[in-house]
């Protein structure tokens, strides 16, 4: 049977999302997945096959080691050290592997097998796994997915929200009904940020809503915060304070719901709107 080749975009795509591109390059992808549905939906359906290959490798490293196996690397002998005489012609390598090589082997061509999970995404088992994403999906998912978000639309200037700041009644249902977490709209202006509109999309599988925020003084006049908010727990409930690339993230976490304080690196005062945000949202 012939593997049918990945497209070019689908290479693009695909080393985007394994963060091994070039800023220009990165931009451009970024840029592309705003204006293009179906770039969108291929990079959606590698994401898919990605999860789903690498839950399938987890769910292996779990299973038990066969005892023959066991038996087999504890008994295997000792590989001779191989010793060349003077004037000795050099001996050729002849390689056989031992019981935790061939195991190291198999470990990793299932790794890279798993990088064709998206060929896959579309199909029923792999919405079946969406189904149960929440539970399993792991803090670095879910994360990278609001900052790509972000990093996506921060940039935009006459599409940056949904929803604008104009409508909080909608934006409070809207957000409300589809997240199922409560909020408020923080007034930030004592921080020098205006209240510019809101978006809805999914991290990790779940629904996460979005507050945007513009600054209006400072040396970073007219760069865009967004307070973004999840059902999604991250591990043991802990705050997070990460910077990755050029965007800064600052959370705190309630018994129902996980807020974050997305910005750029640059933004010194995170810590601040952050504090300022949890006691009004």
Not at 28 to 43: C, K, M, T
Not at 64 to 76: E, G, M, Q, S, W
Not at 134 to 142: A, C, E, K, L, T
Not at 180 to 203: C, H, K, Y
Request: proline share 7%; glycine share 8%.
């Amino acid at each position: 049977m012939t593997i049918p080749q990945p497209s070019p975009l689908e290479l693009r795509l695909s080393a985007f999302a394994d963060v091994q591109t070039s800023d220009e390059e990165r931009h451009d992808i970024e840029e592309l997945l705003v204006n293009d549905p179906q770039a969108r939906s291929l990079h959606d359906a590698l994401k898919r096959g990605a999860d789903l290959g690498r839950r399938a490798f987890d769910d292996m490293l779990k299973e038990p080691v066969p005892l023959d196996l066991v038996r087999t690397i504890k008994n295997a002998p000792l590989p001779r050290r191989a010793i060349r005489l003077p004037q000795a012609p050099r001996p050729t390598l002849s390689f056989k592997p031992s019981g935790l090589q061939a195991i190291a082997a198999c470990a990793l061509v299932f790794v890279l097998g798993g990088g064709i999970g998206y060929m896959i995404g579309g199909n029923g088992a792999a919405a079946q796994f969406s189904a149960f994403s929440m539970p399993g999906v792991s803090s670095r998912d879910w994360l990278d997915d609001i900052i790509a978000h972000y990093r996506l639309y921060a940039r935009q200037t006459n599409h940056l929200a949904e929803i604008p700041a104009e409508r909080p009644a909608d934006i409070l249902e809207w957000l409300t009904t589809n997240t199922g977490v409560g909020f408020r709209i923080p007034d930030l202006s004592d921080s020098g940020l205006t209240f510019e509109g809101a978006r809805l999309f999914a991290a990790g599988g779940t629904p996460v809503g979005q507050l945007l925020y513009r600054r209006t003084d400072g040396d970073g006049d007219g760069d865009v915060i967004a307070i973004s908010f999840t059902k999604i727990r991250p591990e043991g409930n802990r705050s997070i304070e990460e910077i990755r690339n050029d965007t800064s993230l600052v959370s705190w976490a309630t018994p129902l719901a996980t807020y974050m304080v997305v910005g750029p690196s640059s933004a010194a005062d995170l810590d601040d709107i952050a504090a300022k945000a949890a006691g009004l949202i």
